[in-house]
Each structure stands twice: as structure tokens, then as C-alpha cells.
Nanobody, 117 residues
């Protein structure tokens, strides 16, 4: 059973940047679509970004397009989320997840990102 562990969250001022990492163990993520999601205070979890298994195709939520970049290093079994021009509304717990057959079946525990104004 693959385990996903997110890291890189923290407190940053508006306009700043953070890079989240999602490291997998107990299995490979190299053959799967990987995604990032977030849950803002008082809101349901929402899609942020996804990347194909080769990294050749990416997709983003409109709210983060042009500011966030998802990438992966299959040799390191790790997925990244580079977040630039952060806004207070980006404050959330960020999760990575593995997609199999169209559904996300494995999730990390999340990492907190707080953006101060």
C-alpha cells in the first residue's frame, strides 16, 4: 500500500512562494496520474492541479492557473507543487493523491499553508 507524505507547508506573506513536496513510499507513483487538492477553512476539499504519469500533461484549477506549477520526479517517487504569488485565499491544508482508474485512491495526511495579508 503506497503511503504519501506531504511537506513544505508553512506561513508566508501574501505575494510569497512555497514549494510543496509529496514523497511516496511502499509503492511507485511513476505510472499514475498524481493530483494536489486543498481544503480551505470551512470549505470542502477542492482540486488544485494534476499531472500525467510522464509529466507531459498538466491541469489546474482556474483559481491557481498561472501561479502554481505541478511537476514530478519519478526517479525520486515525488511530486511537487510550486506556489507563487500566494494570496490569503490560498490558505488551506494541501493534500496530494494518486489516481487509479479515474479515482483518487491514496491520500497523504496534508500540509498546512497559511498566507498572511
Amino acid at each position: 500500500q503506497v503511503q504519501l507524505v506531504e511537506s513544505g507547508g508553512g506561513l508566508v506573506q501574501a505575494g510569497g512562494s512555497l514549494r510543496l513536496s509529496c514523497a511516496a513510499s511502499g509503492g511507485t507513483i511513476g505510472s499514475y496520474v498524481m493530483g494536489w487538492f486543498r481544503q480551505r477553512p470551512g470549505k470542502e476539499r477542492e482540486f488544485v492541479a494534476a499531472i500525467s504519469w510522464r509529466g507531459s500533461s498538466t491541469s489546474y484549477a482556474d483559481s491557481v492557473k498561472g501561479r502554481f506549477t505541478i511537476s514530478r520526479d519519478n526517479a525520486k517517487n515525488t511530486v511537487y507543487l510550486q506556489m507563487n504569488s500566494l494570496k490569503p485565499e490560498d490558505t488551506a491544508v494541501y493534500y496530494c493523491a494518486r489516481q487509479i482508474a479515474g479515482r483518487y485512491d491514496a491520500w497523504g495526511q496534508g500540509t498546512q499553508v497559511t498566507v498572511s495579508s
